[in-house]
């Protein structure tokens, strides 16, 4: 089992540590209500070093890019990001991830630790004999932080940052907090403004205790998965291995917008005739209990669908979760059905989320296509 960079960091601080996709990682550093509000009102600081990082290289490497992912990745700018997919020939998703044009020569990937392996060795496999690019995989040489909240501007630039900060969501620069050389990316997945920072392993430790040092007078403080998982579920965020997976097409989990259909993709041709038999949702649980994954949704004592996530928000005071419906149903937000919990069946209502305001900045895209 890999620790991260910062373990010395989270023994200190008393976190709980848990095995996540071969890491040891911080389950919580306190408690899972005070680290989500931390995170909704001031800021909180995750390590996600255990999030896998890819570059694809070499004259052909955003070309090489488009061919394997769902997004005409030539198109982004310099210093951009997309939210993309990794699609087998099928079209299920094999990884959802974040494509970052680093380079006019040069791609990184962020993955989800779990499938970080896989998608190294399949990338190499899609990659033509042809083509003038190659997969680097950074395993053990990087370090990533996530500072989420609405003063994660403040407390950057209180850490001694020097450099560009990006302004637009999923823009990035590089810069120094420490001395050390960092990527900076306004990019997140919990629903607030923030950054994501990366950097060489070596350098985990001084950026880490710069920013604990800096958020300290803004209420930040450190937050773990557990955490996490309850800001994604707020948003209505879906999780890999959980809500999506190999056997799920972006057409059924509902990210047809993570598609870009200019130009060819493995698994195009399969999602172009693709006909979703179900559809994925968000609801929110009106009686006491939680939903866990596979249990049954009912819609007038019929079964309709099952859930594939579920939490307590306690940001909402109330359980939500996600899951599937049969498509052929017309079933609307607003809509009370059953999930049944230990063999109580409890009324649930579907939500269009995000079940708290998403408070990331103006994409760059947006910004391009209001400027032109």
Not at 111 to 130: E, G
Request: glycine share 10%.
């Amino acid at each position: 089992m890999r620790d991260t960079p910062l373990a010395p960091r989270h023994r200190e601080a008393g976190a709980r540590l848990v095995e996540f996709a071969g890491w040891r990682l911080p389950l919580q550093f306190s408690s899972i209500a005070e680290e989500t509000r931390a995170t909704r009102h001031t800021a909180a600081l995750f390590d996600i070093s255990h999030m896998g990082v890819i570059r694809i290289f070499g004259a052909d490497a955003h070309r090489a890019a488009r061919r394997v992912l769902t997004r005409d990745v030539p198109a982004i700018p310099l210093n951009c990001s997309r939210y993309a997919l990794l699609c087998n020939e099928a079209g299920g998703i094999l990884d959802d991830l974040f494509v970052m044009s680093e380079m006019p020569d040069a791609v990184r990937l962020i993955v989800n630790a779990v499938n970080h392996k896989k998608d190294v060795a399949w990338i190499r496999s899609h990659l033509d004999r042809s083509t003038r690019a190659a997969v680097d995989d950074l395993l053990g040489r990087t370090f990533g932080l996530a500072l989420q909240g609405p003063l994660s501007q403040e407390i950057v630039k209180a850490s001694g940052f020097r450099g560009r900060l990006p302004t637009a969501f999923g823009a990035f620069f590089h810069g120094t907090i420490a001395g050390a050389d960092l990527l900076v990316s306004r990019t997140g997945y919990t629903g607030e403004d923030g950054f994501e920072i990366f950097g060489s392993a070596g350098h985990a430790v001084p950026v880490w205790d710069a920013l604990v040092e800096a958020g300290a007078q803004y209420g930040m403080i450190p937050a773990g998965l557990a955490a996490r998982d309850v800001l994604r579920q707020e948003m209505g965020y879906p999780l890999w291995g959980q809500d999506i997976d190999e056997h799920t097409t972006p057409l059924e989990a509902g990210l047809t917008w993570a598609i870009d259909w200019t130009g060819d993709f493995v698994g195009r041709s399969s999602l172009e005739h693709f006909q979703p038999t179900r559809r994925r949702i968000a609801f929110r649980i009106e009686d006491r209990g939680i939903a866990r994954p596979a249990a049954p949704i009912f819609l007038s004592g019929r079964r309709i669908g099952a859930v594939t996530s579920g939490t307590y928000s306690h940001n909402l005071q109330a359980a939500v979760g996600q899951g599937y419906l049969d498509a052929s149903l017309q079933v609307q937000p607003g809509a009370e059905v059953e999930v049944e919990i230990r063999k109580r069946r409890l009324r649930v209502h579907i939500t269009d989320p995000p079940f708290v305001p998403s408070r990331t900045r103006l994409g760059w895209t947006r910004i391009q296509t209001r400027e032109t």
